[in-house]
T-cell receptor, first 112, second 115 residues
Framework: SQQGEEDPQALSIQEGENATMNCSYKTSINNLQWYRQNSGRGLVHLILIRSNEREKHSGRLRVTLDTSKKSSSLLITASRAADTASYFCATVLNSGNTPLVFGKGTRLSVIA | GAGVSQSPRYKVAKRGQDVALRCDPISGHVSLFWYQQALGQGPEFLTYFQNEAQLDKSGLPSDRFFAERPEGSVSTLKIQRTQQEDSAVYLC?????????????FGQGTRLTVV
């Protein structure tokens, strides 16, 4: 079963524009993580935000977390063609010894 | 090696054949996870080890699936009597902490095709 749901399922933007992806989840979490997956490759960790944090930045990435709404967003600013990939959110529950549970992902296409 | 290594990268199996997929995690990583990813979908959790202990195997789809990590390092995912619905990419990940409390490092996956 999948805890997180990303929205939209697919997003197509022009190079230089910002891309925003959302993730909603169902139960109380310890942390939420975002991963990127290029076609045919493994997943690469982008950023981790803990349940007591509201916002984190990493380069052109900005992640927000709203635990009252059980949602998170990933913003990629000034997108590049190389950002074309699938993006997944993954949650870790508060009840110990639980694994990362992934959503279905957002497929981002950045057109040069 | 510096990263998580999975072998083989590609495996074609005839229906009914048994297969074994190997994962070499990053040295010293406590947690090891197996996921199944169908085309166009997100990774679906299969099982989780903390050192040699299998703490969660709730995601294994049937008793044909079996995973082990006997010395708390290398792990093997075995699928007996493969079926066509087992065709997917099998991803392994490791993490230095218990559970998913820090980032996980993924291998490139094994693409299994059952014909």
């Amino acid at each position: 079963s999948q805890q997180g749901e990303e929205d939209p399922q697919a997003l197509s933007i022009q190079e230089g524009e910002n891309a925003t992806m959302n993730c909603s989840y169902k139960t109380s979490i310890n942390n939420l993580q975002w991963y990127r997956q290029n076609s045919g490759r493994g997943l690469v960790h982008l950023i981790l935000i803990r349940s007591n944090e509201r916002e984190k930045h990493s380069g052109r990435l900005r992640v927000t977390l709203d635990t009252s709404k059980k949602s998170s967003s990933l913003l990629i600013t000034a997108s590049r063609a190389a950002d074309t990939a699938s993006y997944f959110c993954a949650t870790v529950l508060n009840s110990g010894n639980t694994p990362l549970v992934f959503g279905k992902g957002t497929r981002l296409s950045v057109i040069a | 090696g510096a990263g998580v290594s999975q072998s083989p990268r590609y495996k074609v199996a005839k229906r009914g054949q048994d297969v074994a997929l190997r994962c070499d995690p990053i040295s010293g990583h406590v947690s090891l996870f197996w996921y199944q990813q169908a085309l166009g979908q997100g990774p679906e959790f299969l099982t989780y080890f903390q050192n040699e202990a299998q703490l969660d195997k709730s995601g294994l789809p049937s008793d044909r699936f079996f995973a082990e990590r006997p010395e708390g390092s290398v792990s093997t995912l075995k699928i007996q009597r493969t079926q066509q619905e087992d065709s997917a990419v099998y991803l392994c990940a490791s993490s230095p902490s218990q559970s998913g409390y820090t980032e996980a490092f993924f291998g490139q996956g094994t693409r299994l095709t059952v014909v």
